[in-house]
């Protein structure tokens, strides 16, 4: 069996973003050399998530009002974590919901994706930089 691990880093200039990295991904299986496995992608900070849907701007505004809806942002005195000092309580909740990570299937040297499917990396506390980790196995 063989691995291949990787980091993408980012320093997303806004709080928030969804940043579609299917493109990376499969560059990175591609330096993997592995014809038949899987890779695991996750966000390594506990404010951003890995995320697979559509890459549809309506959508991703959708998510947006949807974990504001749910976790506001303002007041941040709302939150026992931002007691802390921070302001991040709520990318810590919207992290939660959209998930740590993801796992795709590489068939014949490709991402082995239902029709729709992209990989995102979903921002929730940026304006610094952060990585994600690509772990691919197989053979
Ligand atoms: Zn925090």
């Known amino acids: 069996m063989k691995s291949y691990r990787k980091e993408l880093w980012f320093n997303v200039p806004t709080r928030r973003a969804f940043i579609n990295i299917t493109p990376q991904v499969e560059e990175a299986v591609r330096e993997s050399g592995i014809r038949e ?3 695991l992608v996750n966000a390594m900070h506990i404010t951003a998530s890995v995320f697979i849907n559509d890459d549809e701007a309506g959508l991703h505004q959708d998510y947006e009002r949807w974990l504001e809806q749910l976790a506001p942002h303002e007041p941040t005195s709302q939150y026992l974590h931002n ?6 309580a709520d990318a810590h909740l919207k992290r939660q919901i959209m998930g740590r990570e993801v796992v795709v299937a590489i068939t014949n040297g490709r991402l082995d994706f239902g029709p729709w499917e992209q990989i995102f990396y979903g921002e929730f506390d940026g304006r610094r930089r952060k990585r994600v980790l690509i772990k691919i196995i197989g053979e």
């Open 37 to 39: 496995g899987l890779v």
């Open 83 to 88: 007691r802390t000092g921070e302001d991040n």
